[in-house]
């Protein structure tokens, strides 16, 4: 038998509608980690005072 290999598959970028994941570079160690970016999901409006009468 063929020995397991130690290097992890590379994984594409994952997009939905408000998050993108990436495969991050492996550690010393040959930890991969996953990095997650939100995209806003809400804006927020400045306020603004009502008119007076």
């Given amino acids: ?3 397991a ?3 992890r598959p590379e994984v594409p970028e ?3 509608r408000n998050l993108i994941t990436r495969q991050m570079k ?3 160690s ?3 980690g996953y990095e997650t970016i ?3 999901a809400q804006t ?3 306020y603004e005072t009502p008119k007076r009468p």
């Fill in 1 to 3: 038998m063929s020995a």
């Fill in 5 to 7: 290999a130690n290097k």
């Fill in 14 to 16: 994952g997009k939905t």
């Fill in 26 to 28: 492996p550690t010393k």
């Fill in 30 to 32: 040959g930890f991969v």
């Fill in 38 to 40: 939100w995209d806003e």
């Fill in 44 to 46: 927020e409006a400045e």
